[in-house]
C-alpha cells in the first residue's frame, strides 16, 4: 500500500532487481570513460615529443604513443558498445517484464472491470508507457554518471590549464 498520500511507484522494485545488472553496466561505462579521459594525456604527450618538450617516452620511441592512442580508442569504443548492450539488455527485460505483468493482470479483470478500461487505454499501457520504464532503466546509470563523468572532466581542464580552466564554467 502507498503511504499516507504518495502514489505507489513501480520504478524502484524494477531497479533494485536489475541492481547486479545495471551495476555491471556501470562498471564498462566507467571503464569507457576513463579511456576517453586518457585519450587527451597521450596527445598532450604526443605533442611535446613532436614540440621537443621533456616527455615520459624517449622520442625514438615515441610512435609508441600513437599506437596507444590508436589502441585507447579502440578500447573506448568496444567498452561503450558493451555498455549499450548490457543496459539495453536491462531495459528490454524490464519492458518484457512488465508487458507480461500487465497482460496477466488483464486476463485475471472481470468483464465489468474490463469496461472501465478502453483497449486504447490497455494499448497505451502495454506500449508506450512500458517502453517509457524500459528508457529510464536503461538510461539510470546516466543519473550518477554524467556528474561524475564532469568531474574527471573539470579536473583534467584544471590538471592541463590550471585554475584558469575554472574560467569555462
Not at 536489475?18 to 551495476?23: C, K, L, P, Q, S
Not at 556501470?26 to 570513460?33: E, N, T
Not at 580508442?73 to 519492458?95: A, K
Not at 561524475?148 to 592541463?160: N, P
Amino acid at each position: 500500500a502507498a503511504a499516507a498520500g504518495r502514489e505507489p511507484t513501480v520504478i524502484w522494485p524494477i531497479l533494485w532487481t536489475v541492481r547486479r545488472r545495471m551495476g555491471i553496466a556501470g562498471a564498462w561505462k566507467v571503464l569507457g570513460d576513463i579511456f576517453k579521459l586518457v585519450n587527451p594525456l597521450i596527445l598532450q604527450q604526443i605533442l611535446l615529443v613532436v614540440e621537443g618538450g621533456e616527455t615520459f617516452v624517449a622520442r625514438e620511441r615515441a610512435w609508441l604513443l600513437a599506437v596507444l592512442l590508436f589502441c585507447t580508442t579502440w578500447m573506448q569504443i568496444i567498452i561503450d558498445q558493451r555498455y549499450m548492450y548490457f543496459s539495453q539488455r536491462v531495459g528490454f527485460r524490464t519492458q518484457c517484464a512488465m508487458i507480461s505483468v500487465l497482460y496477466r493482470q488483464i486476463l485475471q479483470l472481470t468483464p465489468g472491470a474490463r469496461a472501465a478500461y478502453s483497449s486504447g487505454k490497455i494499448a497505451n499501457l502495454m506500449s508506450t508507457d512500458c517502453a517509457k520504464v524500459q528508457t529510464c532503466v536503461s538510461q539510470f546509470n546516466l543519473l550518477w554518471l554524467v556528474p561524475t563523468h564532469f568531474l574527471l572532466a573539470l579536473s583534467l581542464l584544471i590538471y592541463t590549464v590550471g585554475i584558469a580552466g575554472l574560467a569555462g564554467l
